[in-house]
């Protein structure tokens, strides 16, 4: 096929992707569409954890000896990298957590234990969607069964976006957090950030936004969102696992209470009571992920290297093929936006009556790693009667070969079974 305009040069990027290079099953070829499960990982990350543990590992904060602060150095330089790819206004606004579940329930519990303005009680309520992965779901539902506030979503419309029709009704005066997804991580959909935040903003309710489907695709500007709060995970976005990061509002983070007790989270402690660092490090309690920050922030230096908008670009220009190629595939029936706009770079599918697991399975067989399931959005598949989905996610290292290879082998499933 001819070259799509705004593609990037995959040639030279998948150079540096070891992985990519592997084949499976007998010598096939691996073509990796999962990204957005998790992201392969560049050789420049790996080399930086590789170093890290080589030659600078040492616990950060508190030691003053030669590695101590040299790893301190690394760790914190990883905050201001994470501050400036999103625009924070202070490096003190980033918090480092496991993945953005954490960040998440950080910011469940954090509202649960919080003096007025801010508490969520008995009297409030609790705003989500229906599209949401579950780690925006559940911690907001243990909030609301410890607390007895009221927890109310956002339907879904046919089409796979959100039905902002009873904007009023279900944003109010008694509405205390509004959390939502910026990209769903089934659907595709990209959410009207604006109408919700402003709607949230007329009623003195506070906005998470989980990021985890943008910041690896998209230039994300936490002061352009307006959110209180936003959450993404590190290994979604060329890093490693086990490092993730909620970004909030500085004041916020002064006047909300810590959720986990321990080690460098404390100003004083006594027997009878301690005070509190300031934020970051109120929210950070015991030995953080230290090469996992560094490497996100050799992450975010190649991300940054490459540069968002052209990712964004790349991913926009496969989308649309992908949509193309895909309609072309009988009984295939895609699950949320049909067309590549306001969609991100996942797309999920069903197949005439196939079960996804088994669509997963042949196409494994060939080599093409596909999701298969209800990727922790289960009320999504409920709202639109069906069991579960296949999905195929792209990323800066996709190519339209790869979605050549996805289009042949799902004719291959349907011969497979008939």
């Known amino acids: ?87 924070a206004p202070s490096r003190d606004e980033v918090i480092f957590t496991k993945n953005a579940s954490e960040s998440l329930n950080l910011v469940a519990n ?27 779901i559940v911690p907001w539902q243990l909030l609301a069964q410890r607390t007895g506030a009221k927890l109310k979503w956002f339907g879904l419309t046919d089409d796979g976006r959100l039905d902002l029709s009873n904007i009023e009704e279900v944003i109010n005066e008694k509405t205390k957090i509004v959390s939502f997804v910026l990209v769903s991580n089934i659907l595709g959909t990209v959410n009207p950030v604006e109408a919700i935040v402003r709607r949230a903003q ?42 993730g990061v909620l970004w909030g509002r500085q004041e916020l983070l002064e006047d909300l209470p810590p959720f986990l007790g321990g080690g460098e989270m404390i100003e004083t402690v006594s027997m009878h009571s301690s005070t509190y660092a300031p934020a970051p490090h109120k929210f950070e309690a015991g030995t953080p992920p230290i090469a996992q920050a560094v490497g996100l922030g050799a992450a975010i230096d190649y991300l940054d290297a490459i540069g968002m908008d052209r990712v964004l670009a790349h991913e926009h220009a496969l989308t649309e093929y992908a949509v193309r190629r895909l309609a072309e595939v009988p009984d295939l029936r895609i699950i949320g936006p049909t067309t590549a706009e306001d969609r991100g770079a996942a797309i999920s599918f069903t197949l005439g009556d196939i079960h ?48 050549d290879a996805l289009v042949d082998g799902l004719e291959h499933v349907r011969n497979f079974f008939g």
């Open 202 to 243: 007329e009623v003195g309710a506070l906005v998470c936004i989980d990021a985890s489907q943008a910041a690896p695709h998209m230039p994300l500007d936490v002061q352009a969102l307006q959110a209180d709060f936003v959450a993404f995970t590190g290994h979604k976005m060329c890093g490693p696992t086990g490092i």
């Open 1 to 87: 096929m001819t070259q799509m305009p705004g593609l990037l040069d995959t040639e030279a990027i998948r150079k540096d992707f070891p992985i990519l290079d592997r084949q499976v099953h007998d010598g096939r070829k691996l073509v990796y569409l999962d990204n957005a499960a998790t992201s392969q990982k560049p050789r420049q990350v790996l080399d930086a954890l590789s170093e890290y543990y080589e030659r600078y590992n040492a616990n950060v904060h508190r030691g003053v000896h030669v590695l101590a602060e040299e790893a301190t150095a690394l760790y914190e330089g990883a905050r201001d990298k994470v501050a400036a790819f999103v625009n």
């Open 110 to 136: 954090m509202l649960g234990w919080a003096d007025e303005p801010y508490r969520v009680d008995h009297e409030t309520e609790i705003v989500i969607t229906e599209m949401e992965h579950h780690s925006n």
């Open 356 to 403: 996804p697991h088994d669509v997963g399975q042949v196409l494994d067989e060939e080599g093409i790693a596909v999701r298969v399931g209800h990727h922790c959005a289960r009320p999504v598949c409920l709202r639109y009667g069906i069991p579960a989905t296949t999905r195929a996610s792209f990323y800066l290292y996709s190519t339209p070969a790869e979605i």
